[in-house]
């Protein structure tokens, strides 16, 4: 099988398409311990099973357990979010298209010089990675790196004492939050019509986007409700406000017990030129900010958004947060006046 054959398989696998694979090759696959083999050859026919994935560190700490449900691939560990799926496919694909290129050390006592002693070892280095697929697994011990840093790795499975040096990089994301959906929406400023931003114990402050055909930019956001009408602000912060949604990603997520007993420190709501809303009430717990996220209107995004955020509350980068949070006294040009 090529490798566009068996990339073909992984992406049809991971997009939740199954009964797919060409039957002619199933038994032309057998195991081998040849140079140039793949070294996973036996999970190849089951390509299409694959249901499961457990990576495991040092101490057999389990860093993430990612399973399919209902055609979607989640993680278990943060309550059955969306995973990402091209995470996921880049890990499946480097696995089971690795073929062996050097057979390196079977002997224990030199494992660590490769990274690929037993992940029960309290100071392992490397990364196990199971595969679960119609009722078995395969599992493989990902080491260092080899002497082509971004093209080969030093591996081991972890019944074998062979060690290998294969053909693909095999990149293990060392972080759960690594396999995380991260992006939740992307709204630039031009799709926005009105933004209420209301800080703790102060005045909530209403931002419109105003279009001036007269002007090189066609369009500004405006303070509307200035304690002084007479007072100057700095456009720069408004357009942080503004654009605070573009690219929009979260950093981790959480159960909804994380914010109980404690105050939002902001509550801000942007309205979309479609009649789209969408409200972020955060939270500044010891510098970690969150935010609960309701959403509501006709766009495409709001259902998915909607299934992400039911019962949880998103950990937000702090640029996102600092970026929406502004009151009016933040926005406006510092005089002489205010510094005396």
């Given at each position: 099988?090529n490798?566009?054959?068996?990339?073909?398989?992984?992406?049809?696998t991971?997009?939740?398409?199954?009964?797919?694979?060409?039957?002619s090759?199933?038994?032309?696959?057998?195991?081998?311990?040849s140079?140039?083999e793949?070294l996973?050859?036996?999970?190849?026919?089951?390509?299409?099973?694959?249901?499961k994935?457990?990576?495991t560190?040092?101490?057999?700490?389990?860093?993430?357990?990612?399973?399919k449900?209902?055609?979607t691939?989640?993680?278990?560990?943060r309550?059955?979010?969306?995973?990402?799926?091209?995470?996921i496919?880049?890990?499946?694909?480097?696995?089971?298209?690795?073929?062996?290129?050097?057979?390196?050390?079977?002997n224990?006592?030199?494992?660590?010089?490769?990274?690929?002693?037993?992940?029960s070892?309290?100071?392992?280095?490397?990364?196990q990675?199971?595969?679960?697929?119609a009722d078995?697994?395969?599992?493989?011990?990902?080491?260092?790196?080899?002497?082509?840093?971004?093209?080969?790795?030093?591996?081991?499975?972890?019944?074998?004492?062979?060690?290998?040096?294969?053909?693909?990089k095999?990149?293990?994301?060392?972080?759960?939050?690594?396999?995380?959906?991260?992006?939740?929406?992307?709204?630039?400023?031009?799709q926005?019509?009105?933004?209420?931003?209301?800080v703790?114990?102060?005045?909530?402050?209403l931002?419109?986007?105003?279009?001036?055909?007269?002007?090189?930019e066609?369009?500004?956001?405006?303070?509307?409700n200035?304690?002084?009408?007479?007072a100057?602000?700095?456009?720069?912060?408004?357009?942080?406000?503004s654009?605070?949604?573009?690219?929009?990603?979260?950093?981790?997520?959480?159960?909804?017990?994380?914010?109980?007993g404690?105050s939002?420190s902001?509550?801000?709501e942007?309205?979309?030129?479609?009649?789209?809303?969408?409200?972020?009430?955060?939270?500044?717990?010891d510098?970690?900010r969150?935010?609960v996220i309701?959403?509501?209107?006709?766009?495409?995004?709001?259902?998915?958004?909607?299934?992400?955020?039911?019962?949880?509350?998103?950990?937000?980068?702090?640029?996102?947060?600092?970026?929406?949070?502004?009151?009016?006294?933040?926005?406006?040009?510092?005089?002489?006046?205010?510094?005396?």
């Open positions: 099988m490798s566009k054959s068996l990339l073909a398989l992984i992406l049809l991971l997009l939740g398409v199954g009964g797919y694979y060409i039957s090759q199933q038994n032309s696959i057998n195991r081998s311990a140079i140039g793949v996973l050859a036996d999970v190849l026919p089951h390509v299409n099973s694959i249901e994935i457990i990576i560190g040092a101490g057999n700490t389990t860093v993430v357990t990612l399973h449900q209902g055609g691939w989640q993680v278990a560990e309550d059955n979010y969306p995973a990402e799926i091209a995470t496919r880049s890990l499946v694909v480097a696995l089971l298209e690795a073929r062996m290129l050097e057979e390196k050390t079977s224990p006592d030199l494992y660590a010089r490769l990274g690929v002693e037993a992940i070892h309290a100071d392992a280095q490397g990364m990675v199971t595969l679960y697929y078995q697994s395969a599992a493989l011990i990902i080491g260092n790196p080899g002497p082509q840093l971004n093209k080969n790795r030093y591996v081991r499975e972890p019944d074998a004492a062979t060690t290998w040096l294969v053909d693909q095999i990149d293990v994301k060392h972080e759960l939050t690594h396999w995380l959906e991260k992006d939740l929406f992307s709204i630039e400023p031009e926005i019509t009105q933004v209420a931003v209301t703790a114990d102060s005045a909530t402050m931002i419109e986007h105003q279009h001036d055909t007269n002007t090189p066609g369009s500004h956001f405006k303070v509307t200035l304690s002084d009408p007479r100057q602000v700095v456009d720069a912060e408004l357009q942080q406000i654009n605070a949604l573009s690219s929009f990603q979260l950093l981790d997520v959480a159960t909804r017990e994380i914010i109980a404690h939002a902001l509550n801000i942007y309205q979309l030129n479609d009649g789209s809303v969408i409200a972020l009430e955060a939270y500044d717990l510098g970690q969150y935010a309701n959403v509501s209107g006709p766009a495409e995004f709001v259902t998915r958004v909607q299934e992400k955020s039911q019962g949880r509350v998103f950990k937000l980068p702090n640029v996102s947060y600092e970026a929406m949070f502004k009151r009016e006294e933040d926005v406006l040009v510092i005089t002489e006046d205010m510094l005396n």
